[in-house]
T-cell receptor, first 112, second 113 residues
């Protein structure tokens, strides 16, 4: 079935460091791909998305490129801030189904 | 402002009691979803509803029940049959048949004592 595999955390970085969180997905169909962010005690917020191969989603300095050849959608940011500390979830949505399949989440802590 | 509200934010219940979690949206979205989140895990789908008066089981529906009598409301009941109900519960909604983005509520943390 559909699945999403995320890099396990926790990830701890110093402020202004480069961030990569890996995400791979099963290649069934032509899924749309998403990154969501969850701040402590809150619901999830959409960070960025890509709906077809080679699309790049970007928001708030974060980027992810839909790579069909490697079935990946890695999240990157060139210079993280303390305020980026949160849990990040990769997700896929395939075809006409509206349900999302989520990865297990990656906890990011950015130290000043 | 449009959005999804879940209440209460924290809920405590004794073992063996049923409890209903509220989810309301004023986004005029067609589809609504309930997820369960456990520490260190991703979200798992409990139930979803694509239209009023219709809903489908997700991956972990056992011990839960839902109703969708109104477009804006999708309450979740955690019954005494749910073996391990303590978790963070998230409600979400999606606009229309081609809506890609799911909007999430702030969540309800249920603790069963």
């Amino acid at each position: 079935g559909d699945s999403v595999t995320q890099m396990e955390g926790p990830v701890t970085l110093s402020e202004e460091a480069f961030l990569t969180i890996n995400c791979t997905y099963t290649a069934t169909g032509y899924p749309s791909l998403f990154w969501y962010v969850q701040y402590p005690g809150e619901g999830l917020q959409l960070l960025l998305k890509a709906t077809k191969a080679d699309d790049k989603g970007s928001n708030k300095g974060f980027e992810a490129t839909y790579r069909k050849e490697t079935t990946s959608f890695h999240l990157e940011k060139g210079s993280v801030q303390v305020s980026d500390s949160a849990v990040y979830f990769c997700a896929r949505r395939a075809g006409s189904a509206r349900q999302l399949t989520f990865g297990s989440g990656t906890q990011l802590t950015v130290l000043p | 402002d449009g959005g999804i509200t879940q209440s209460p934010k924290y809920l405590f219940r004794k073992e063996g009691q049923n409890v209903t979690l509220s989810c309301e949206q004023n986004l005029n979205h067609d589809a609504m979803y309930w997820y369960r989140q456990d520490p260190g895990q991703g979200l798992r789908l409990i139930y979803y509803s694509q239209i009023v008066n219709d809903f489908q089981k997700g991956d972990i529906a056992e011990g839960y029940s839902v109703s969708r009598e109104k477009k804006e409301s999708f309450p979740l009941t955690v019954t005494s049959a749910q073996k391990n109900p303590t978790a963070f519960y998230l409600c979400a909604s999606t606009l229309g048949p081609n809506g890609n983005e799911q909007f999430f509520g702030p969540g309800t943390r249920l603790t069963v004592l």
